[in-house]
């Protein structure tokens, strides 16, 4: 593990791979967090949603058309809505044969084991809440879990844990639950809306395009809901050139399918 360790702040943006090394396996899958291990990122960002019988799953889409055998394994359960199967049903599927052949049987974990790995291997979440509005408490729970294996400790909110939502609400009763641990708002808010945001949390994720120079000055001028100075993560950067522009931007974290790509052009 850690071939090449990530930089220090100071240095260069860290990079965070999305999905795991998702240009490379399989997203949300271990397969896709190994790859990223294997390349040296510690930081990876995956998406977490619920299954009908209550367990969390690391999943992207709300169907499991996309990225699984779904369709083929249950032809008659169209949408195919992640919330519609149970954990044992999503655990037969096949989520790797849809990027390759070398990945096939790769399953759809569990948040459980996928905590397990991360642990394993030293790695660093920034955990997406998927479509919260869809799973009613999913922030507590989701919270519990992380709890359970070790992720709500100090060491961790300190730097090894982030989580984030494009709902501003869900992010909102995040942080209220557990306010030592950083939050981040996925979305471009206006730089007049960045006070209210500040209020709950901690960082700013916005799409490249919006990750402009005056764009991150903004938001690093304010301290978000732990105190500390805001940061912005922005997504998804999959190329050398993009990468360089928004590391002259300042921001703090790169989110990309490619990290290494990253990494190279962000290196100075
Ligand atoms: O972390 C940023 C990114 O994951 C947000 O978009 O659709 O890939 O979940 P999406
Ligand atoms: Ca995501």
Avoid: C
């Avoid at 070398?102 to 905590?115: A, F, I, M, Q, S």
């Avoid at 997406?128 to 294996?149: A, F, M, N, R, V």
């Avoid at 306010?179 to 500040?198: C, H, M, R, V």
């Avoid at 001028?221 to 100075?229: L, V």
């Amino acid at each position: 593990a850690h071939a090449a360790p990530q930089r220090k702040k100071a240095d260069a943006p860290v990079t965070v791979a999305h999905r795991g090394a998702s240009g490379y396996a399989p997203e949300n899958t271990l397969a896709a967090v190994e790859k990223a291990d294997k390349l040296g990122f510690d930081w990876v960002e995956n998406d977490v949603q619920r299954t009908k019988d209550g367990e969390l799953v690391v999943m992207h889409d709300t169907t499991l058309a996309r990225t699984t055998d779904v369709e083929k394994l249950y032809p008659d359960r169209s949408p195919w809505n992640v919330r519609d199967f149970t954990a044992k049903e999503i655990g037969r599927l096949d989520a790797g044969s849809w990027f390759s052949d070398d990945y096939k049987g790769e399953r759809v974990p569990t948040l459980e084991k996928y905590l397990k790995s991360l642990t394993e291997n030293h790695q660093r979440l920034l955990l997406e809440l998927k479509s919260p509005e869809l799973y009613p408490g999913i922030e507590l729970q989701t919270l519990k879990e992380l709890s359970e294996h070790g992720w709500l400790d100090s060491k961790h909110t300190k730097d090894k844990l982030v989580i984030q939502s494009f709902n501003a609400a869900s992010v909102k009763t995040t942080h209220d639950l557990h306010p030592a641990l950083k939050t981040g708002f996925l979305g471009n808010p206006k730089i007049s809306e960045l006070d209210s945001y500040a209020k709950f949390t901690d960082q700013i994720n916005p799409t490249y395009t919006a990750a402009t120079k005056d764009y991150v000055k903004a938001v690093h001028a304010r301290k978000g809901a732990r105190g500390e100075q805001m940061e912005v993560f922005t997504w998804t950067v999959n190329d050398g050139s993009t990468a360089r522009t928004v590391d002259k931007a300042g921001v703090d974290g790169i989110i990309s399918n490619y990290p290494d790509v990253v990494r190279e052009a962000t290196r100075g």
